[in-house]
């Protein structure tokens, strides 16, 4: 069955980027964080530019992603990745400085440092994973929490009336004028993980014009908070998560890509059960 | 022109999730029935359809497909 005669240096067309450490992801099996990370990486190794890049660590799933990354980085107070981002790429400004946040950090206890680091117009690129959910501490609602999504502190679904609508922080962070480039993606197929790593290579080749922040949010599973399999999870996402978090480019060279409606929100929005 | 591809999987740092098989489009890849040392069913390439593609190590969270591939 195996054609091992294929298997020879000169024939390998794909392995895992050198950017990334050896060491085995703490992640769970199917976990989107560790294809997210990958693709940064790659592009990181495709630029050209390990030992001139800086990432910033946040708090949540992703707290030990210094572990993976062989590149230079800085752990962040919960929350204030795009603070401490600010400070490394003003000190060095020829540096490529990204922060890496999930939902919890970024658009939650870092909200603050989020809006006023992308309304001053800093020149980094922001990686933002959106899995609708608290996944590290067991899988508690999250500000991005869809309507009727169950959750640990939801277990009936979430109401609008007592917990408020999903923050679309994206869109929200699209109006401010110090945004360059923002989009969201996802990581759940193949040809959305090449979409997902083209965003990212923008982001940061962005950074070479100094026009303000590249802002890339990618739209993630989590299959342990959510009680499913990885697979089922992936599906899951692309039926309840994507109407309320359209995939695409919202902002590009610092102007609203017309087609997308920013103040787009789906409350009625039947979510599906999975069997 | 046709390609012939082969994966190789780093069966010891795989963790079973499936997502390659179902990402596969020629379905050469399936869950083993054997367990690794940290106890996951690792994926395993199965008969001799594979394309080297390499969808399947474009959703593999923990990068542990590497893709081989030859015009044939």
């Keep these: 069955m195996a054609n091992l005669d294929i298997v020879k240096p000169e ?3 794909y392995t895992k980027t050198k950017v990334l450490t050896d060491a085995t992801m703490h992640y769970c099996p199917g976990c989107g964080h560790g294809t997210a990370h990958r693709i940064v990486a790659e592009v990181i190794d495709e630029m050209g530019i390990q030992d001139q890049t800086i990432g910033i660590a946040p708090v949540g799933c992703s707290v030990l992603a210094y572990n993976y990354f062989d590149v230079d ?14 400070a490394a790429k003003r000190l060095n400004p020829d540096l490529f400085v990204f ?28 990686i933002f994973i959106n899995n609708g959910i608290y996944g590290m501490t067991g899988g508690q609602m999250a500000p991005t929490t869809l309507i009727g999504m169950k959750s640990q502190t939801t277990p009936r679904g979430r109401n609008i009336e007592r917990n408020g609508y999903p923050l679309r ?4 962070l699209a109006t401010l004028p110090g945004t360059y480039f923002v989009s969201r993606q996802s990581v759940h197929t193949a040809a959305a993980v090449r979409k997902a790593k083209a965003a990212i290579r923008q982001g940061f080749e962005n950074q070479k014009l100094k026009k303000g922040v590249s802002f890339i949010e990618i739209c993630s599973s989590c299959n342990s908070g959510w009680k499913m399999t990885p697979v089922q999870a992936n599906k899951w996402m692309e039926e309840n998560m994507f109407p309320n978090y359209p995939i695409g480019d919202i902002k590009v060279d610092g102007k609203l890509v017309e087609s997308v409606d920013i103040n787009r929100i789906v409350v009625d929005h039947p979510l599906s059960v999975v069997k | 022109m046709a390609f012939k591809g082969q994966i ?7 963790k079973g999730c499936g997502l390659c098989v179902e990402a596969c489009p020629m379905h050469v890849i399936e869950l083993s029935k054997h367990v690794n040392g940290k106890g996951y069913n690792y994926s395993e390439a199965t008969g001799d359809g594979c394309i080297g593609c390499a969808s399947c190590a474009m959703v593999c969270p923990d990068g542990v497909i590497s893709v081989y591939k030859v015009k044939c």
């Design chain 1, 11 to 13: 024939n390998l067309v």
């Design chain 1, 73 to 86: 980085f800085e752990e962040a107070a919960h929350g204030r990745a795009p603070a401490l981002a600010t």
């Design chain 1, 99 to 126: 922060t890496y946040q999930g939902d919890g950090d970024l658009a939650a206890i870092g909200t603050a440092e989020t809006i006023h680091a992308c309304n001053r117009g800093e020149n980094i690129t922001m």
């Design chain 1, 169 to 172: 922080i994206t869109e929200l």
């Design chain 2, 8 to 14: 190789v999987i780093d069966i010891d740092r795989c």
